[in-house]
């Protein structure tokens, strides 16, 4: 199997020269965390750019300093194995597909989960009890939306799972929630108002209800995390089995799920990436 078997042509990119206001917005109205860059005009790739890249260059704000330069990339005719193995290696959830240094595709983890293990009668009715992640960062669901995004970051996670009074699951926050609810707007002196110098700033979790990211603001309504969860969740249990998890991750389009336990405890969670060594098995014993 080839990338060009299971890749998507119909690709979402910004244009350098561009500021981090395209990617957000971009983000924003497409819900997606990370999108190719490519060179005004042309379909020429030359970088890509991801939320986490935006956090990190807190205080760049051109799209040319934010983004990777010279990004892994794969061809239409690579074989699904080389992507799936700088995958798991550099945990990446996307590679672009290039054609002569051109931009033509992307391919994802969902993109080769539902090619090498939906309908797979060996691996894909195996059931998820043996891939389920034990330990999960979760959140109560009265945390402040803006503690809960740091809570986020801080654990390296793409979403929370969200705890009721009685340690039920009551919701999920991802990060594309985070990107729904955030609005960016103009704030000049935010470096002055946030260098720690001025005494006046009485700063806290509920003061400020935003997130500085650079001379522009994400921001976060102040409200709890239950105002905003995604109440109505995806759960699977341990003996779901691989097929089922695939399709369903795919077709509502989230890439983790809370795994409860047959009297509704939460035991665990999967995420797709956590099956990818499942779909390279499945490639080598075709």
């Known amino acids: 199997m080839m990338v060009k078997d299971c890749m998507r042509s119909d690709v979402v990119y910004v244009s350098v020269p561009g500021t981090r206001?395209?990617?957000?917005?971009?983000?924003?109205?497409?819900?997606?965390?990370?999108?190719?860059?490519?060179?005004?005009?042309?379909?020429?790739?030359?970088?890509?750019?991801?939320?986490?890249?935006?956090?990190?260059?807190?205080?760049?704000?051109?799209?040319?300093?934010?983004?990777?330069?010279?990004?892994?990339t794969v061809t239409p005719r690579t074989d699904i194995r080389t992507a799936l193995k700088i995958m798991i290696e550099k945990r990446f959830r996307r590679l672009p597909v290039v054609e002569k240094d051109n931009l033509v595709g992307l391919v994802s983890i969902p993109d080769i989960l539902g090619?090498?293990?939906?309908?797979?009668?060996?691996?894909?009715l195996l059931?998820?009890?043996?891939?389920?992640?034990?330990?999960?960062?979760?959140?109560?669901?009265?945390?402040?939306?803006?503690?809960?995004?740091?809570?986020?970051?801080?654990?390296?996670?793409?979403g929370l799972v969200v705890l009721g009074e009685g340690g039920n699951v009551s919701g999920m926050i991802t990060v594309s929630d985070y990107i729904r609810l955030s609005e960016v707007t103009i704030e000049d002196n935010i470096s002055q108002t946030f260098s720690g110098t001025d005494s006046s700033v009485d700063w806290g979790w509920t003061s400020k209800d935003f997130l500085v990211v650079t001379k522009k603001?994400?921001?976060?309504?102040?409200?709890?995390?239950?105002?905003?969860?995604?109440?109505?969740?995806?759960?699977f249990t341990e003996i779901t089995t691989v097929e089922e998890c695939v399709r369903t991750?795919?077709?509502?389009?989230?890439?983790?799920?809370?795994?409860?336990?047959?009297?509704?405890?939460?035991?665990?969670?999967?995420?797709?990436?956590?099956?990818?060594?499942?779909?390279?098995?499945?490639?080598?014993?075709d």
């Open 249 to 285: 991750l795919r077709t509502e389009d989230i890439d983790q799920a809370p795994v409860l336990s047959v009297t509704g405890s939460l035991v665990g969670m999967i995420e797709d990436q956590d099956l990818l060594p499942l779909a390279l098995k499945s490639l080598d014993e």
């Open 127 to 158: 059931e998820l009890s043996e891939f389920v992640k034990r330990t999960v960062t979760a959140i109560w669901e009265k945390t402040p939306l803006p503690l809960s995004y740091v809570i986020m970051e801080m654990a390296g996670k793409n």
């Open 115 to 124: 090619a090498t293990l939906e309908g797979n009668e060996k691996f894909g």
């Open 21 to 72: 206001e395209d990617v957000l917005q971009l983000m924003a109205e497409k819900q997606v965390n990370g999108v190719p860059v490519v060179k005004k005009g042309t379909k020429s790739l030359v970088g890509i750019v991801t939320r986490t890249d935006l956090l990190r260059k807190a205080d760049e704000n051109q799209l040319a300093m934010l983004m990777v330069r010279d990004p892994e």
């Open 217 to 235: 603001l994400l921001r976060l309504p102040g409200t709890a995390v239950q105002e905003v969860m995604t109440k109505n969740i995806i759960s």
